[in-house]
């Protein structure tokens, strides 16, 4: 009997962290292409737009994400009481995931500093300034953490495009 648990207990977590990777290819599958189109509009790399997506949504498994559309932490207005939801969020409802996105990189061009590092592949210089600008609280626990998913999941190779646009 408890071998026949730290079995079953053994197949559950190899389970979870199985659908905990997919989650991640799953969901760059999805707004990869998203990312790379705002990049190309705008000149914010593809890689500080789905680093960010990923962290403050949780790959798009956060409460959030899911009723929200909101992949990016963005305070503001919703509409899960008139829904009859009881989960209660502070965060602002979006009619797409792409709506998400698009407010995302809006906000950032709407930044003083904005003009002066668009088109900058260095994804470092931009969180840099998101965070210099208050994006987040949690400081540089939250530049490490966009960093290592940048890194993790080699965001970083989706701004080459960006320096051929430049060529």
């Known amino acids: 009997m408890l071998l026949r648990q730290v079995m079953l207990s053994g197949l559950l977590a190899s389970s979870l962290v199985s659908v905990a990777q997919k989650a991640p290819k799953k969901y760059l599958k999805e707004y990869e292409p998203v990312a790379v189109n705002l990049m190309r509009e705008t000149g914010i790399p593809a890689s500080v737009i789905l680093g960010v997506a990923m962290l403050e949504s949780g790959a798009g498994t956060s409460r959030n994400a899911k009723l929200l559309r909101n992949h990016f932490g963005i305070v503001g207005r919703n509409n899960l009481a008139k829904r009859g939801e009881t989960y ?9 995931d792409t709506a998400s996105y698009r407010h995302f990189v809006k906000l950032i061009q709407k930044r003083k500093w904005y003009p002066g590092i668009k088109g900058n592949e260095d994804y470092n ?3 840099a300034k998101l965070n210099a600008s208050g994006y987040s609280t949690a400081e540089h626990v939250w530049v490490n953490r966009v960093t ?5 999941y080699k965001l970083y190779e989706l701004d080459d495009e960006l320096n051929l646009a430049k060529q």
């Not at 290592?148 to 993790?152: F, G, P």
């Open 88 to 96: 209660r969020s502070k965060y602002r409802e979006y009619q797409t």
């Open 125 to 127: 210089v931009w969180i």
């Open 148 to 152: 290592a998913m940048i890194k993790r």
